[in-house]
């Protein structure tokens, strides 16, 4: 969305204007719709998460400084719901395991001739939270680092760091038990 | 640059969420609830807004209440028509003679 329509639609927003409303939720509604699925794997949480995160914005949208794109706003809520609602499963979730790095930088380097989609895909979902959501946000959104730093609130470095450890363990889950075919 | 690899985690991503939208209902409800907080939200904040009243406005205010109240407190006798006849000062008292003449209820037979 160009800058200039985006204030636009925030002022519309702050003047709590239904159009506003409307164009938000045809705008984000779907792609967030999609980015939670991705991360939450459950079509009813991810439904929750986003009816809380639009109202959040609608009801939040005072206290929004600008200083980030309203996309980027919108997203960070998102994610943080998506947090939210992880935590509140009854499984626990993994820690971020950042002892046992290993760099996979060699293997990176296009040593697979094909990969089996269907072994990556289920090692996708069965990903850890804390890589999934920036492998999402990265491949999917299509987010820079930057952006994916300025929504988590984390550091880029942290988040170069998520990404590549993410893709990682996909790589040696995808050797251990993937179809692959090695050079 | 993306490898292969991205590219497949990619289009795994594009495909998983191929059929997912938001539905209408949800966006009516989201819509409902919004409209329904913001009216009470609206409430609240003229319920609870600051007003600036300036300190002359409020002094002449209250020196007005105070002189109405005094005012009340020192009203005289309208009944008394004091043109009407003559005050004879005894002391400090006055007696007022006046040409009227009340008649009681059980004198008018």
């Known amino acids: ?183 | 640059m993306k490898d292969k690899f991205d590219l497949e985690l990619k289009f795994i991503m594009d495909e998983e969420t191929k059929n997912v939208f938001m539905p209408d209902e949800l966006k009516n409800r989201i819509m409902e609830d919004t409209k329904g907080k913001i009216l009470k939200e609206k409430i609240s904040v003229f319920l609870n807004r600051y007003i600036e009243i300036p300190l002359p406005a409020i002094l002449g205010g209250l020196a007005a209440v105070m002189i109405i109240n005094l005012m009340s407190l020192v009203k005289l006798n309208k009944d008394i028509n004091y043109s009407d006849g003559k005050v004879i000062k005894v002391g400090y008292s006055e007696i007022i003679v006046r040409n009227v003449k009340d008649v009681d209820l059980h004198e008018k037979d």
């Open chain 1, 1 to 183: 969305m160009e800058r200039y329509v985006e204030k636009e639609l925030i002022k519309k927003l702050k003047m709590g204007k239904e159009e506003g409303y409307q164009i938000v939720l045809d705008t984000y509604g779907d792609r967030l719709m999609k980015t939670c699925y991705l991360i939450l794997n459950d079509e009813r949480e991810c439904e929750d998460v986003v009816q809380e995160t639009f109202l959040r914005v609608f009801k939040n949208i005072h206290s929004f400084n600008e200083k980030s794109s309203l996309y980027t706003w919108i997203y960070r809520i998102a994610i943080n719901l998506c947090k939210d609602s992880l935590r509140k499963r009854t499984f626990n979730l993994p820690f971020d395991d950042g002892l046992e790095i290993k760099t996979l930088e060699s293997v990176e380097d296009g040593i697979f001739d094909r990969i089996d989609r269907k072994v990556l895909r289920q090692e996708l979902l069965k990903l850890s939270p804390i890589y999934k959501e920036v492998l999402v946000l990265f491949y999917f959104e299509g987010l820079s680092i930057k952006e994916i730093s300025e929504i988590s609130g984390e550091k880029e470095g942290t988040i170069k760091s998520k990404l590549s450890r993410g893709r990682n363990k996909l790589k040696e889950s995808l050797l251990k038990g993937g179809d692959f075919v090695e050079r």
